[in-house]
């Protein structure tokens, strides 16, 4: 605001002076903004102060018209609060002038400012004309450009305008900032290093978009071939025309709240469908960090499932220090839930927790380069000295959540100075000592049957927390309650079964339990 009247301000000596550019979409007699709603919007609260300061007796100027605007009701009370912060800033920038400068500058804004108005019939017209113009220029943010792509590969044989307007709205339903913030910190980041690419040291930018640009719906792709040969694509769009279907079969039963729509699969490492499935995209994850509570998005509240993780870290967001690593919690926290939703939540939140943060601890210092090689693996520097593990590429390529439960993560380096960063040490010891002790009710009292195999049970449980070094304190357990008889001879044996590297911790509890109800029995 302050720079648009400054640039105003020092051109008032030229006869005109041009703005930008407004694009249009006619519609049934409406003219709908497609670009330029910042402008429109900045340039009534100009008017809007100075018709106030007309009114008031301070400048004389012509009667100043009012714009017969009908805004959209989605994300409305976001956007009049924001109007009302700007029409502030005006105040207190325009204060500054005496009454004869004020005039001046109002009269010059009202008859010499120019701004262009481009009319379009078709709204994908419209929106190519936004791309052409924004890839060229400086867009307000790379999703901007994502926006009006997927607007025009909604093809008007086959999407209506209505439903392009509906997606558009689905759009501007959430903030800016907040999808932004929802590509540039957590899709974009997740695609890179799922797939074992650096992550821009300059963030997420329009060089980056073509990697949420997917699937064409219509007949051809870019490169002349049909759908039909696209065997890879295929899958996807199955489930898109599975969903579609049953969305215009059961529209009346689901518009009544008798059926629940089912949803598009969405998967973070997947192909993307171009057009209304984008949207859906975005609509779906953004509703997905909401829930647990990874956007800034005020006067909307979270819904986090209990966590004592969560809890906890959300004490440390206050110190700056935790900034990248909490990012990088959050990707990761993100990803799992897209995979697995929140099976054995709280035990992969542990694993996060203590994979995120483990940089904080072992390094002086922290920086985006420096969660980026972490995040991928790489031996570089220093941080060959704590992993060589890309937890995103073993999440994508893992398919049940236990398999990424039983995985070994890299502990701190021992000769770290632990005076430093105090509360993530005892974060890290609490969760260390929760899964190095079996948290058992048994005791002298267990004779029964049933009491055994309940105890018994217990222990498999825990040991999916436990890692080889825990050995001692599972043969003591099983030693207690009488499923070892022996503990140096039988101990032994299956203490080797259990960590020899040929099976996974999911292998050998099934084991264990055919053991465990044979001798319950």
């Given at each position: 605001?302050?720079?648009?009247?400054?640039?105003?301000?020092?051109?008032?000596?030229?006869?005109?002076?041009?703005?930008?550019?407004?694009?249009?979409?006619?519609?049934?007699?409406?003219?709908?903004?497609?670009?330029?709603?910042?402008?429109?919007?900045?340039?009534?609260?100009?008017?809007?102060?100075?018709?106030?300061?007309?009114?008031?007796?301070?400048?004389?100027?012509?009667?100043?018209?009012?714009?017969?605007?009908?805004?959209?009701?989605?994300?409305?009370?976001?956007?009049?609060?924001?109007?009302?912060?700007?029409?502030?800033?005006?105040?207190?920038?325009?204060?500054?002038?005496?009454?004869?400068?004020?005039?001046?500058?109002?009269?010059?804004?009202?008859?010499?400012?120019?701004?262009?108005?481009?009319?379009?019939?078709?709204?994908?017209?419209?929106?190519?004309?936004?791309?052409?113009?924004?890839?060229?220029?400086?867009?307000?943010?790379?999703?901007?450009?994502?926006?009006?792509?997927?607007?025009?590969?909604?093809?008007?044989?086959?999407?209506?305008?209505?439903?392009?307007?509906?997606?558009?709205?689905?759009?501007?339903?959430?903030?800016?900032?907040?999808?932004?913030?929802?590509?540039?910190?957590?899709?974009?980041?997740?695609?890179?290093?799922?797939?074992?690419?650096?992550?821009?040291?300059?963030?997420?930018?329009?060089?980056?978009?073509?990697?949420?640009?997917?699937?064409?719906?219509?007949?051809?792709?870019?490169?002349?071939?049909?759908?039909?040969?696209?065997?890879?694509?295929?899958?996807?769009?199955?489930?898109?025309?599975?969903?579609?279907?049953?969305?215009?079969?059961?529209?009346?039963?689901?518009?009544?709240?008798?059926?629940?729509?089912?949803?598009?699969?969405?998967?973070?490492?997947?192909?993307?469908?171009?057009?209304?499935?984008?949207?859906?995209?975005?609509?779906?994850?953004?509703?997905?960090?909401?829930?647990?509570?990874?956007?800034?998005?005020?006067?909307?509240?979270?819904?986090?499932?209990?966590?004592?993780?969560?809890?906890?870290?959300?004490?440390?967001?206050?110190?700056?220090?935790?900034?990248?690593?909490?990012?990088?919690?959050?990707?990761?926290?993100l990803f799992y839930v897209d995979?697995?939703?929140?099976q054995e939540l709280e035990r992969?939140?542990?694993?996060?927790?203590?994979?995120?943060?483990?940089?904080?601890?072992?390094?002086?210092?922290?920086?985006?380069?420096?969660?980026?090689?972490?995040?991928?693996?790489?031996?570089?520097?220093?941080?060959?000295?704590?992993?060589?593990?890309?937890?995103?590429?073993?999440?994508?390529?893992?398919?049940?959540?236990?398999?990424?439960?039983?995985?070994?993560?890299?502990?701190?380096?021992?000769?770290?100075?632990?005076?430093?960063?105090?509360?993530?040490?005892?974060?890290?010891?609490?969760?260390?000592?929760?899964?190095?002790?079996?948290?058992?009710?048994?005791?002298?009292?267990?004779?029964?049957?049933?009491?055994?195999?309940?105890a018994a049970e217990s222990i498999?449980?825990?040991?999916?927390?436990?890692?080889?070094?825990?050995?001692?304190?599972?043969?003591?357990?099983?030693?207690?309650?009488?499923?070892?008889?022996?503990?140096?001879?039988?101990?032994?044996?299956?203490?080797?079964?259990?960590?020899?590297?040929?099976?996974?911790?999911?292998?050998?509890?099934?084991?264990?339990?055919?053991?465990?109800?044979?001798?319950?029995?």
């Amino acid at each position: 605001m302050q720079q648009l009247i400054g640039d105003i301000r020092d051109s008032m000596q030229r006869p005109k002076y041009r703005i930008g550019t407004v694009i249009l979409h006619e519609d049934d007699g409406k003219l709908n903004v497609v670009d330029g709603q910042q402008r429109i919007i900045t340039f009534s609260i100009i008017a809007l102060y100075l018709d106030k300061k007309n009114n008031e007796g301070r400048i004389k100027i012509d009667d100043i018209p009012k714009p017969d605007i009908t805004p959209s009701p989605f994300g409305r009370e976001a956007s009049e609060r924001n109007i009302l912060e700007n029409y502030k800033a005006v105040g207190e920038i325009l204060s500054e002038y005496d009454d004869d400068y004020l005039a001046t500058f109002a009269n010059y804004f009202l008859h010499n400012c120019e701004v262009i108005i481009i009319r379009l019939a078709r709204l994908d017209e419209a929106f190519q004309m936004f791309d052409s113009q924004n890839s060229r220029g400086k867009a307000l943010y790379p999703t901007d450009l994502l926006k009006a792509f997927h607007i025009r590969e909604m093809n008007p044989r086959y999407v209506t305008d209505e439903q392009r307007l509906a997606m558009v709205r689905l759009w501007e339903d959430i903030e800016p900032t907040a999808i932004n913030s929802l590509f540039s910190d957590y899709l974009y980041k997740i695609k890179c290093w799922a797939f074992g690419n650096d992550v821009d040291i300059r963030g997420f930018s329009a060089d980056h978009i073509e990697l949420f640009k997917g699937i064409h719906e219509t007949d051809l792709n870019d490169a002349g071939n049909y759908n039909s040969e696209n065997n890879w694509a295929k899958p996807f769009l199955y489930a898109k025309s599975y969903i579609d279907d049953h969305r215009n079969e059961n529209q009346t039963l689901i518009r009544y709240g008798a059926l629940q729509p089912i949803e598009y699969p969405f998967q973070l490492d997947h192909p993307i469908i171009n057009g209304e499935t984008f949207f859906r995209m975005v609509d779906h994850y953004y509703k997905l960090c909401l829930k647990y509570d990874l956007l800034d998005d005020e006067g909307i509240e979270d819904t986090v499932p209990d966590s004592r993780i969560i809890e906890q870290v959300r004490e440390f967001d206050h110190d700056t220090r935790y900034n990248y690593v909490r990012n990088l919690f959050n990707c990761l926290l993100l990803f799992y839930v897209d995979r697995f939703g929140e099976q054995e939540l709280e035990r992969a939140l542990k694993k996060l927790f203590m994979y995120a943060y483990l940089p904080r601890v072992s390094m002086s210092q922290v920086r985006r380069w420096t969660i980026n090689k972490y995040a991928l693996g790489s031996d570089s520097g220093r941080m060959s000295t704590i992993s060589k593990i890309n937890l995103f590429s073993y999440l994508q390529q893992t398919h049940r959540a236990t398999d990424f439960l039983d995985l070994s993560l890299p502990t701190p380096p021992s000769n770290v100075n632990r005076n430093s960063y105090p509360e993530l040490w005892e974060m890290f010891d609490n969760i260390q000592d929760s899964a190095s002790k079996l948290q058992l009710d048994a005791d002298d009292n267990i004779n029964t049957k049933a009491d055994k195999r309940a105890a018994a049970e217990s222990i498999v449980i825990a040991l999916g927390k436990l890692s080889p070094g825990d050995a001692d304190t599972v043969r003591e357990s099983l030693h207690k309650i009488g499923i070892i008889r022996h503990k140096r001879i039988q101990g032994a044996k299956w203490e080797s079964t259990l960590w020899d590297g040929k099976k996974s911790l999911s292998e050998v509890n099934e084991s264990l339990i055919d053991l465990m109800r044979k001798e319950a029995e």
